[in-house]
C-alpha cells in the first residue's frame, strides 16, 4: 500500500496569513493527488485534484503543487472560513490519505 | 443534483454485522464507481473499499479486508456495505462517495454512525 504523510498535523495561523502544508508519498504517484477540506460534522470537500488542478468554485487563493513523491496545498491569504482540517488523498493506486492537518486560529 | 445518502448505522454489539446503504439520485448511477470512506471519532479519514460501475471488481483497505463487502444493486441506484465481526475500532461515521471519470471523489453522502460497543 501506499502511504501518505502529512505535515504538519497542526497549524497555527491568522487571517491574512500564507499558509502551506505538505504531504509525501511512500513512492511515486505521478499527480495522482487531490487535496480535500473538512469542517467539524460535515463530509470532505474536494479542493485540489490532479495535484495541481483547482476544483470548480474553490476560490483561488488556493493552489497546488508537486509531483512524484512531494506536495503542497498553500493557502496564500487565510480567510476565517478556512480553518478547517486538511487532507491530501493519493489514487495512483486505489486511495490512500494523510492524517490530516488541522488549521486553527491563533 | 447529485445526492447520496447513507442508512443503516446502528449501536451493534461487538461481534456483530450491520449492512449499510447508500441511495444515489441525481445522476446515472450505472456509469460511476463508487467508494466508502469512513472516520473514526476525533480521528481522520479512512478509505474503506471501492466497487466497479458494474460491481465487477472490488477493493477492500488491508485493515478492513475479510470483515467487508461490498456491493450494489443499481436497478435501485444503491451502493452497499455489509460488515461482519465488527470491532469497537470500527466505530466511525461512514461516507459514500462518487468516483468522477478523472478518479477523485467529488460527491459526497452526509455519513452513517456506526458505533460498537456492548
Known amino acids: 500500500d501506499i502511504q501518505m504523510t502529512q505535515f504538519p498535523s497542526t497549524l497555527s495561523a491568522s487571517v491574512g496569513d500564507r499558509v502551506t502544508i505538505t504531504c509525501r508519498a511512500s513512492?511515486?504517484?505521478?499527480?495522482?493527488l487531490a487535496w480535500y477540506q473538512q469542517k467539524p460534522g460535515k463530509a470532505p470537500k474536494l479542493l485540489i485534484y490532479?495535484?495541481?488542478s483547482l476544483q470548480s468554485g474553490v476560490p483561488l487563493r488556493f493552489s497546488g503543487s508537486g509531483s512524484g513523491t512531494e506536495f503542497s496545498l498553500t493557502i496564500s491569504s487565510l480567510q476565517p472560513d478556512d480553518f478547517a482540517t486538511y487532507y491530501c488523498?493519493?489514487?495512483?493506486?486505489?486511495?490512500?490519505f494523510g492524517q490530516g492537518t488541522k488549521l486553527e486560529i491563533k | 443534483e447529485v445526492q447520496l445518502v447513507e442508512s443503516g448505522g446502528a449501536l451493534v454489539q461487538p461481534g456483530g454485522s450491520l449492512r449499510l446503504s447508500c441511495a444515489a439520485s441525481?445522476?446515472?448511477?450505472?456509469?460511476?464507481?463508487m467508494h466508502w470512506v469512513r472516520q473514526a471519532p476525533g480521528k481522520g479519514l479512512e478509505y474503506v473499499s471501492a466497487?466497479?460501475?458494474?460491481?465487477?471488481?472490488?477493493y477492500y483497505a488491508n485493515s478492513l479486508k475479510g470483515r467487508v463487502s461490498i456491493s450494489r444493486d443499481n436497478s435501485k441506484s444503491t451502493l452497499y456495505l455489509q460488515m461482519g465481526s465488527l470491532r469497537a475500532e470500527d466505530t466511525a461515521v461512514y461516507f459514500c462517495?462518487?468516483?468522477?471519470?478523472?478518479?477523485?471523489?467529488?460527491?459526497w453522502g452526509q455519513g452513517t454512525l456506526v458505533t460498537v460497543s456492548s
Open positions: 466497487i466497479s460501475s458494474n460491481g465487477g471488481s472490488t
Open positions: 513512492q511515486s504517484i505521478g499527480s495522482w
Open positions: 462517495a462518487r468516483e468522477e471519470r478523472s478518479r477523485e471523489l467529488v460527491h
Open positions: 441525481g445522476f446515472t448511477f450505472t456509469t460511476f464507481s
Open positions: 488523498q493519493q489514487y495512483n493506486y486505489y486511495y490512500t
Open positions: 490532479m495535484a495541481s
